[in-house]
Every structure is written in C-alpha cells, then in structure tokens.
C-alpha cells in the first residue's frame, strides 16, 4: 500500500507547506506583494513588474480576456517565454530553477509558478488592445522583503489598492493551480488537480473553467 509523505519527511504524514514554504507553519513569515498594472495605447512590449530573488507563489494574470499577450524573460539567462513577438503554446517553463505555469484559455492568460526563485523574473505585455490590465501578486519573506507600497514601473502606476480598478463588473472563475502527488509510486494512481478561486474582471463576456 502506498502512503503519502508529507513535507515534514514522515511517511503518512498530512504536513503541508504554507504559502510562505514553511513546514506546518501558519502563513506568517512572508509579506503577500499584490498590485495592477493598467495602461493605455502601449506598443511593442513593455515591463509590468520583476519579481525578486526568493519569491514564492506568483500569480501574473490579465484582469480581463485581451488580445494582447503576457511574456516573461529570466533576467540572468535573458530566456524569454512570448519573446520577439513569438507566442508559445501553453505548458510549463523552466525559468529561475522553478517550474513556471503559462496558461492560456481563448483570450485569457496567466503565469504562476510555486518558487522560490533564484534570480528575478521580468513579467511583460506586448500589447494589442487600446487598454490592457494585468494583476499580479508573490510572497516574500519578511527577512527579505523590499517593496514599496505603491511602486512605479516605466512611469506607470502600480498601486495595491485593486478596489479603484473596479469598473468593469466582478465575476469569479477556477483557474488550475497545479496538480498534487499521485496516489502510487507505479503501475495505477490518481493524481489530483488543485483550482483556486479567483475574482476576474470581465466586461460584458464571461470565462468558463
């Protein structure tokens, strides 16, 4: 019979890592950095937000279904995912040794990746709308944490208060969040998909996950 071992080592433990990565703990030594970045008659690509050295649970993801494309490059490689306006198909990247998620659903994307990251990543948009908005979150831990709380990028506002982007009409929507530890080492298995609920801004259309 096969059993599952938890983050603590133990074989048929439960222990889980918290979203700050720490073994059975309760979620309170890392800082959650949230913001949107909103911009309007952009060209080419530009920058909306690095996330640094060390991040764990990052979330970059289109406030609303665009034409426009997300693309993220690996500052110390220079790789790029949705570089030289060549758009990749959706699937997992391996960038700043850790696992990144790139996920597209008709005009809605996202990247996520689990981290800890051992260099920054840069998170871009080439734009193709009149107007784009892309949120984006991580955690930091607080040793660690170097943020400002309302950070600029090229010039363009990034704030943490997301209520004053509300004017397009809230809906909520699963997105996929990974997968867990198949049930079995070989032969047969289950193996689970985890989907996280989260509020998506649309205007006048709507997602199905």
């Not at 306006?85 to 700043?96: Q, V, Y």
């Not at 309302?150 to 929507?173: A, C, M, W």
């Not at 193996?191 to 996280?196: A, K, N, T, Y």
Request: overall charge negative; aromatic content about 8%; charged content about 25%.
């Amino acid at each position: 019979q096969c059993k599952r071992v938890g983050c603590d080592d133990v074989i048929g433990s439960d222990a889980e890592e918290d979203k700050c990565g720490v073994c059975l703990g309760n979620g309170t030594t890392c800082h959650l950095v949230r913001g949107m970045y909103k911009h309007q008659h952009g060209t080419g690509y530009e920058e909306i937000v690095v996330v640094p050295r060390g991040a764990r649970r990052i979330r970059v993801m289109e406030a609303r279904p665009m034409r426009s494309y997300l693309a993220m490059k690996d500052s110390t490689t220079k790789r790029y995912v949705n570089g030289g306006k060549r758009i990749e198909l959706p699937g997992t990247f391996n960038m700043a040794d850790t696992k990144v998620q790139y996920t597209r659903k008709d005009l809605w994307e996202m990247f996520t990746a689990e981290g800890p990251i051992n260099n920054s990543l840069q998170f871009l948009i080439l734009h193709q709308d009149p107007a784009v908005a892309v949120m984006y979150e991580y955690t930091m831990d607080l040793e660690n944490a170097t943020y400002e709380e309302s950070p600029t990028v090229n010039n363009y506002k990034i704030t943490n208060d997301l209520e004053s982007f509300r004017e397009d009409v809230p809906t909520h929507g699963w997105i996929p969040d990974g997968w867990g530890d198949c049930d079995a080492v070989c032969g047969g298995g289950v193996r689970r998909g985890r989907s996280r609920c989260m509020e998506l801004l649309i205007q006048n259309r709507s997602l199905t996950f």
